[in-house]
């Protein structure tokens, strides 16, 4: 079964940090284009970052440019999102995506369940 | 960056009937335009990539059409488990932006 689970969800105090991880099962995940989507609480979906097969492209949106970094490891079948320098504004539910197709242009086809970033004193 | 607008914001419509969602980009997009169906607590379900690509699985009520700046989504016949919120995204740029969000209410 294709799987993504996030996980790394929690409290953190403005300014803290936060590495969400998301494990991926029944596909090559070194194949795929990889994305952050975030869903502030009542609000709708802003695209965070993603990354290219192997790591060598990376793309953020402007708000967290600077603060998160998004890395992957192909040999644990992880995808990563470092945040720093956390804000009130980030608090969201975090989903992880696959992006369909190996060129990553066509929408992302299988999403984790979420993993909820409160960020807050 | 790329600005992704759908009209309307909400829209009520009843059981059978045909109902489009309008998504309109800042700048042409060419075909690279999806659309995600997103029910309270689930995770956005992919149902329409490149414009008009139906993704596998999903039924064939939906539909998808555009090109450059102005797209649309098409439910022929609105079913139960239709109703939720419809999200366009573009990702011709490098930063993949979503639309606002159109949540469809049972009138």
Redesign the interface.
Known sequence: EVQLVESGGGLVQPGGSLRLSCAASGFTFSSYWMSWVRQAPGKGLEWVANIKQDGSEKYYVDSVKGRFTISRDNAKNSLYLQMNSLRAEDTAVYYCARDLGAAGYYGMDVWGQGTTVTVSS | ?IQMTQSPSSLSASVGDRVTITCRASQSISS?L?W?Q?KPGK????LI??AS?L?SGVPSRFSGSGSGTDFTLTISSLQPEDFA?Y?C?Q??S????????TKLEIK
Not at chain 2, 43 to 46: H, I, N, V
């Open positions: 960056d690279y999806n995600y997103q995770a956005p379900k992919l990539y490149a690509s993704q919120t999200y995204q990702s011709y490098t930063l993949h932006t979503f639309g606002q969000g």
